[in-house]
């Protein structure tokens, strides 16, 4: 039995779909490649439909390979080495790494520019301002445009995975036949997914070919397919073998993003979300950032700018060698633990403040905690646990908030993914914080984001219902009450006095069915021969709200009119989707009949 019918994919782009025993198949994704833009690692993979067919949890993922040859990973540092042109892209991940290292020893490093874990530049609240011209700072203080180089490492990825492809076929087949998935912290607001849609094309690919995929919920599905044995948890739960009606916390810990959603099983191969994605900016970029406290408040923050400068070699192996210590620390360690420490970083404190480093650290508060030897540092275990302490603080105080609501209350397992959810310290923080719930952490749980991509990019019902983080409307007008209206919000048509009033078309906390619209309404000019009417769109995180400046503007909607009519009142039926990963507006002119697809701009 098959049954066949059609959904509107983000920019409104018709796909047939056909349910063929479980699944839910796009006829036009024979290929679907995913890309995971993630903080600190990214990374890409492909599957081919027979393929997924077969097996879902079977694609072809990237390895890569550090400079040393001996570290093979899945994912590769999103670093970009970017020549001073601001156009050409020399190299990216362990290269990029590598690359820019091999600069500093002749000081070429000064004329190129080098960004790594510029992601969180989009981590914005909702109003906080993001546009197209945003700029970032690479990690020498030069500017760029943000969307340039979220352009750049894209297009690498996809050209990367594209040579791979090509490797594997006998016939040729371009970047345009293929269904590209891209991921995204279920956290961000609209207009970062949009940015990422935008940087994506910037970089090559065909937007009607392009879905935003949330990391969690990529994980959790993925995770739905998997077997208790390819688990490092050390019970027998298994996602994939949940019963309907179970409900499960997905925490995503990422470089730059804890990104929290529950889940409920609702089939075999689904999910719906019952709790929608909260979280913040605490991954594993803030134990970096307290290390990085550590050594300011050592040495202080010109001494170490200028080893950052000055020095930018042994800088770069010092994080690298930080890093290494950083994933292998467990919380039963409590033997000290020893870091490479270049020289170079005691004698720039020398040239700077005439000083010497072991004198500031014998007087300072880490007198007992560290100590050298040679090239070494020797850091107590104590105090390098405690560079945890604030990310898992946050994240252990928000899941134990979100545990307060009645539906979360019922979940019965934590599934941990993201790269940062490798750490046994945020493992055990979990662990023991919430003893009556099981903790299941999947084998490469760094990689379950990209593979779930590729489930979710053949399989999109996957996901049933999401639950909506915002209250969305329309700005229109509606007939000024004298003495109940506020004067600022009084404007004057050609129908008389109006006030600026929030039309709602849906709720914070509202369910939706994914891939349906919820609600169609109906707008009339305002203006004699009128050629266009515009829907600035509002979001807010209260319910009740009837007054446009009770909540924020995100970006507006524009619709042509042909053929204008000499009177006001012309009426145009909207429609908007915010069940999916993005908004998905159309647009009906009841005058001409027209079915109109709505460019959102959402950027400014």
Avoid at 68 to 75: F, Y
Avoid at 98 to 112: F, I, M, P, V
Avoid at 522 to 546: L, M, N, V
């Amino acid at each position: 039995m098959e049954i066949v019918y059609d959904i509107y994919l983000p920019g409104c782009l018709k796909v047939t779909l056909r349910l063929r025993g479980s699944f839910m198949m796009a006829t036009r994704d024979l290929l679907v490649g995913a890309i995971d833009f993630g903080t600190t690692y990214s990374g890409w993979a492909f599957s081919f439909l027979h393929d997924f067919q077969t097996d879902p949890t079977r694609a072809s993922v990237k390895q890569w390979h550090s400079g040393s040859g001996i570290l093979v990973t899945e994912k590769a540092p999103t670093c970009l080495l970017i020549k001073s042109d601001g156009k050409t892209l020399e190299a990216f991940g362990y290269d990029a790494e590598n690359q820019y290292r091999e600069l500093t020893d002749t000081g070429a490093h000064k004329e190129y520019y080098y960004f790594r874990r510029f992601k969180m530049a989009l981590n914005k609240k909702l109003g906080e301002n993001l546009d197209r011209k945003m700029t970032i700072e690479d990690e020498m203080g030069k500017s760029m445009n943000a969307l340039n180089v979220f352009a750049m490492a894209i297009e690498f990825l996809v050209g990367d995975m594209m040579k791979n492809v090509k490797d594997k076929l006998t016939s040729a087949i371009g970047k345009d036949e293929v269904h590209w998935i891209l991921t995204v912290p279920a956290i961000w607001t609209d207009a970062a997914k949009q940015f990422m849609r935008e940087a994506a094309v910037q970089a090559g690919l065909l937007t009607s070919n392009l879905t935003i995929a949330l990391e969690p919920e990529a994980a959790s599905i993925f995770c739905r397919h998997l077997s208790v044995d390819t688990t490092i948890s050390g019970g027998n739960t298994s996602i994939a073998k949940m019963p309907v009606g179970t409900r499960y916390m997905v925490l995503d810990a990422g470089g730059g993003t804890i990104d929290i959603t529950v889940h409920e099983v609702v089939s075999e191969n689904s999910v719906k979300e019952i709790q929608s994605a909260s979280g913040g900016g605490w991954g594993g970029m803030l134990v970096d950032k307290a290390f990085e406290n550590l050594l300011i408040d050592l040495a202080g923050q010109k001494v170490y700018d200028v080893f950052k400068r000055t020095e930018t070699e042994d800088w770069l192996d010092l994080w690298r060698d930080f890093e290494v210590k950083k994933r292998a620390v467990a919380p039963e360690k409590t033997a000290r633990v020893n870091m490479k420490f270049p020289l170079s970083f005691s004698n720039t404190f020398e040239r700077v403040t005439k000083g010497k480093l072991l004198d500031a650290i014998e007087a300072s508060k880490y007198a007992s905690d560290i100590e050298f030897g040679g090239d070494k540092m020797k850091m107590s275990a104590s105090l390098f646990k405690s560079l945890f302490e604030h990310s898992i603080g946050k994240t252990i105080g928000h899941v134990t908030s979100l545990l307060r609501d009645e539906n979360v209350r019922k979940i019965t397992s934590i599934l941990m993914v993201g790269g940062f959810s490798e750490s046994p310290m945020l493992q055990q923080a979990v662990r023991e914080a919430f003893p009556g719930i099981d903790v299941v952490i999947p084998l490469g749980a760094s990689s379950t984001i990209l593979r779930g991509a590729l489930v979710y990019g053949h399989s999109p019902i996957s996901i049933r219902e999401r639950v909506l983080k915002y209250t969305y409307g329309v700005g229109t007008t509606s007939k000024f009450r004298e003495g109940i209206d506020p004067e600022h919000l009084q404007t004057t048509t050609a129908t008389g006095k109006r006030c600026r009033t929030f039309s709602k078309h849906v709720e914070r906390g509202q369910t939706v069915k994914c891939n349906e619209k919820q609600v169609e309404k109906g707008y009339r000019t305002s203006h004699k021969f009128q050629k266009k009417i515009r829907f600035p769109i509002y979001a807010s995180e209260d319910i009740d709200i009837r007054y446009i400046d009770e909540c924020i503007y995100i970006g507006e909607i524009e619709l042509q009119l042909k053929d204008p009519d000499e009177l006001p009142g012309r009426r145009v039926v909207v429609s908007m989707t915010f069940s999916g990963t993005e908004i998905v507006v159309k647009a009906v002119d009841e005058k001409t009949g027209e079915d109109t697809c709505v460019f959102v701009n959402l950027l400014g």
